[in-house]
């Protein structure tokens, strides 16, 4: 049975979609952690608000303010280089595989300004709401590094993402 494309998906009505024999439905790309290295990717980004705590002598006051978040949605499509001290038994990533990388709040803006500055710049775009509204249906293929960092409080892992360069799959109105 042939699988459909995205395009044939969207097309669909709700309930056509969950008519669908489900072989025919494509599995969803894997979301990965990708190792400290170069990728040529598809990237997209969009914008959001959420709820953040308010906290007052590092204690939550039970208050929340509204913050904003980018998210940054990339695709790989050809993995590059890896830091071979990085991969850890880790199996790398696969062309089609996705992974995000997020930035919260006021703090995440100022790191959302210096990893995708280069970005903006060949966009000639200032402002990061007018990136994330050009990039939201409009990907543009970017050669990233990213780098993995371990936070020693927590253990949690991060991604930082820097564009090396970029180009657009449909050119942008300006």
């Known amino acids: 049975m042939t699988q459909l494309?995205?395009?044939?998906?969207?097309?669909?009505?709700?309930v056509e979609l969950l008519d669908?024999?489900?072989?025919?439905?494509?599995?969803a790309p894997d979301?990965?952690?990708?190792?400290?290295?170069?990728?040529?990717?598809?990237?997209?980004?969009?914008?959001?608000?959420?709820?953040?705590?308010?906290?007052?002598?590092?204690?939550?006051?039970?208050?929340?303010?509204?913050?904003?978040k980018l998210t940054s949605?990339?695709?790989?499509?050809?993995?590059?280089?890896?830091?071979?001290?990085?991969?850890?038994?880790?199996?790398?990533?696969?062309?089609?595989?996705m992974f995000t990388?997020?930035?919260?709040g006021r703090s995440g803006m100022q790191n959302a300004k210096t990893e995708l500055a280069e970005l903006g710049a060949a966009l000639n775009v200032k402002k990061?709401?007018?990136?994330?509204?050009t990039l939201r249906n409009n990907p543009a293929e970017v050669v990233v590094a990213l780098r993995r960092t371990k936070?020693?409080?927590?253990?949690?892992?991060?991604?930082g993402v820097k564009v090396l360069s970029l180009t657009l799959n449909t050119p942008v109105a300006q």
């Not at 494309?5 to 009505?13: E, N, R």
């Not at 040529?40 to 509204?66: F, I, R």
């Not at 990061?128 to 509204?133: F, G, K």
Request: glycine residues 8%; hydrophobic residues 35%; contains cysteine.
């Open 31 to 68: 979301f990965v952690n990708p190792q400290t290295g170069i990728y040529l990717c598809d990237m997209k980004l969009s914008q959001g608000t959420y709820d953040a705590k308010v906290y007052q002598d590092g204690q939550p006051t039970g208050e929340t303010v509204e913050e904003v």
């Open 5 to 14: 494309t995205q395009d044939q998906i969207k097309s669909l009505s709700a």
């Open 73 to 97: 949605i990339l695709t790989i499509k050809e993995v590059l280089d890896v830091a071979e001290a990085d991969l850890d038994g880790d199996a790398l990533p696969n062309a089609g595989d």
């Open 101 to 104: 990388v997020r930035y919260f």
């Open 128 to 133: 990061l709401s007018v990136l994330a509204e």
């Open 151 to 159: 936070r020693e409080k927590d253990g949690q892992t991060y991604l």
């Open 20 to 27: 669908l024999d489900m072989d025919m439905i494509p599995d």
